[in-house]
C-alpha cells in the first residue's frame, strides 16, 4: 500500500451542491497532487499543493479549489456541482525533489453527481 | 494535439507472448518519463520510471527516445496477472509539479 488515504470512497450528490473531498499524505511527504479521472480517460491534473502553497493548478475552472493543512493533509473543493464532475478523484503524494518526485496514488473517491 | 497519447488498445495476448505499447509526447521540454499501472477501478500505481539509457526490471522493458519523442514498454513472457491497463505519464517541469498522463492502454492477458 502506498500510505495515500482519502475519503469518502463513494459519493452521490446533486447537480448545483457542493463537495469536500480529504486526502491524507504518505508519511514524510510534502506534496499533493490532485487528479480527475473519468470513465475511461488517463488521470487529469488538478492542482499541486507544496508546503500549503498552490504550486501548479491544471485547466479546471476555479469552482475546483483546495487547501494543505501544516501536516500536509489536502482537501479538494468542488462548488456548483455539474453532472460532467461525475468522475474518480484521486490525490497523489510525493516528496519535493527527493526519490525523483515520484507521486504515490491514493485509492480514490468515485463521485456521482446526479 | 494530446499532449501525451497512446494506443487504447485492447491488445488481446496469450501467456507467454511478448508485447509492446508506445507512447509518444508533444512537449520537448519534458524531462521525467513513468509508466504507471492501472487495475479495473482501481488507483494508478507506479510501475517504472523511464531513463534516457532505457531500463529493465523483470520482465519489463522501457526505453525513451528524446529525438523522437516517444517512449516504449516491453512486456516479456505475460502473465495473466500482468491484464491492466498501462498510462504512459510525461513531467515537463522537472519537479513533477504536474504530471501529463495518456488514456492508457488496456492489455488483457489470455490461458
Known amino acids: 500500500e502506498t500510505g495515500v488515504t482519502q475519503s469518502p470512497t463513494h459519493l452521490i450528490k446533486t447537480r448545483g451542491q457542493q463537495v469536500t473531498l480529504r486526502c491524507s499524505s504518505q508519511?514524510?511527504?510534502?506534496?499533493v497532487s490532485w487528479y480527475q479521472q473519468a470513465l475511461g480517460q488517463g488521470p487529469q491534473f488538478i492542482f499541486q499543493y507544496y508546503r500549503e502553497e498552490e504550486n501548479g493548478r491544471g485547466n479546471f475552472p476555479p469552482r475546483f479549489s483546495g487547501l494543505q493543512f501544516p501536516n500536509y493533509s489536502s482537501e479538494l473543493n468542488v462548488n456548483a456541482l455539474e453532472l460532467d464532475d461525475s468522475a474518480l478523484y484521486l490525490c497523489a503524494s510525493s516528496l519535493r525533489d527527493v526519490e525523483g518526485n515520484i507521486q504515490y496514488f491514493g485509492a480514490g473517491t468515485r463521485l456521482s453527481v446526479l | 494535439r494530446k499532449e501525451v497519447e497512446q494506443d487504447p488498445g485492447p491488445f488481446n495476448v496469450p501467456e507467454g507472448a511478448t508485447v509492446a505499447f508506445n507512447c509518444t509526447y508533444s512537449n520537448s521540454a519534458s524531462q521525467s518519463f513513468f509508466w504507471y499501472r492501472q487495475d479495473c477501478r482501481k488507483e494508478p500505481k507506479l510501475l517504472m520510471s523511464?531513463?534516457?539509457s532505457g531500463n529493465e526490471d523483470g520482465r519489463f522493458t522501457a526505453q525513451l527516445n528524446r529525438a523522437s519523442q516517444y517512449i516504449s514498454l516491453l512486456i516479456r513472457d505475460s502473465k495473466l496477472s500482468d491484464s491492466a491497463t498501462y498510462l504512459c505519464?510525461?513531467?515537463?517541469?522537472?519537479?513533477?509539479?504536474?504530471?501529463?498522463f495518456g488514456t492508457g492502454t488496456r492489455l488483457q492477458v489470455t490461458l
Open positions: 505519464v510525461v513531467d515537463h517541469t522537472g519537479t513533477a509539479s504536474k504530471l501529463t
Open positions: 523511464v531513463y534516457s
Open positions: 508519511s514524510g511527504h510534502n506534496t
